[in-house]
């Protein structure tokens, strides 16, 4: 009778290795809850209050935005002036696109650092964050502004987990309940809320109050956050990761409703979106993108079948 030859031990260990080795990289991805969500996705009805970002496709894919050396970090939608503004951070600058991605104007940026995030606040009035030093910078902007001195400008400073190039990387703003939601990119990843800032009524005190959520934090199985985008109609932020290439739609809870891949295949897309950093949606509820190094791309949802 043939016996069955037994495994050798190193072979043993080398399998074991292996599980293990495959097991840190699936919880560094966050694999595991990517996986049941999309389980969940797929075997639950979608919320009628979602946004639905699993319905969008890609309209205008890497698009390059001409006339720009520096690259582009952060993106927001002016529902004013109906353009979107972004920002470059090796020689500071505020852009204006129109929006098929072409450059309308550009503002120099004097003393805001490293420039990293620009969120529409109300008409003429944005914050730039600067990511090194965890400033949140007010600027108040014209038809005719040349350039801006954050000297000149209010500001006020977290001063949370200074250490290192891992700060302030996206921002979104609730006009209604007048909070500046703050995305720190990693180490530890964290969405805070600011209220108080910026401020409006000089007649009163002026007073901030900084929270966050640790269980909506906890939630987010991305590697990283690089930019947010509030949604006043559904109450829902959203939150891109460029590490995980994914955008994922968060409720009030801060529960993962829906997502929308970045990846080759997906959503239309020929190719993957190299270094996604600035997400921005407009009134009608289409979806820009900017990615490093400065492409620009378009989402809209498809309508529903009748």
């Known amino acids: 009778m043939r016996r069955f030859a037994r495994p050798k031990p190193a072979l043993l260990i080398l399998l074991l290795i292996a599980l293990i080795g495959g097991g840190v990289v699936a919880q560094n991805f966050r694999l595991f809850e990517r996986a049941w969500f999309n389980w969940q996705s797929w075997r639950q009805p979608a919320d009628e209050r979602s946004i639905g970002l699993a319905d969008y496709q890609v309209v205008l894919e890497a698009q390059i935005i001409d006339g720009l050396d520096d690259d582009v970090s952060a993106l927001t939608f002016d529902p004013v002036r109906k353009s979107l503004f972004t920002v470059t951070n090796q020689n500071a600058e505020l852009v204006e696109l129109s929006l098929d991605g072409k450059i309308l104007r550009r503002i120099n940026l004097v003393g805001f650092g490293d420039a990293e995030a620009v969120e529409f606040i109300s008409e003429n009035t944005y914050v730039v964050s600067d990511e090194r030093q965890q400033r949140l910078i007010k600027i108040h902007l014209e038809d005719d502004t040349q350039f801006l001195d954050a000297a000149d400008a209010e500001q006020m400073t977290l001063g949370v987990h200074l250490k290192g190039n891992k700060g302030f990387e996206g921002l979104a703003y609730d006009s209604v309940g007048k909070r500046l939601f703050v995305a720190k990119e990693r180490d530890p990843m964290l969405i805070y809320e600011v209220h108080g800032f910026p401020h409006f ?52 809870d801060g529960r993962p409703l829906s997502s929308l891949s970045l990846l080759k295949g997906r959503h239309g897309l020929k190719k993957r979106v190299p270094q996604a950093e600035g997400i921005a949606m407009d009134d009608d509820g289409t979806l820009y993108l900017v990615s490093e190094p400065n492409l620009f791309y378009v989402f809209k949802k498809t309508p529903d079948p009748l």
């Open 201 to 252: 009524k000089p007649e009163k005190t002026y007073s901030v109050h900084v929270v966050n959520n640790p269980r909506r934090d906890a939630g987010l199985f991305v590697r990283d956050l690089s930019s947010l985008q509030y949604d006043e109609r559904s109450g829902h932020l959203l939150a891109l990761s460029d590490e995980s290439y994914l955008v994922l739609e968060l409720d009030i």
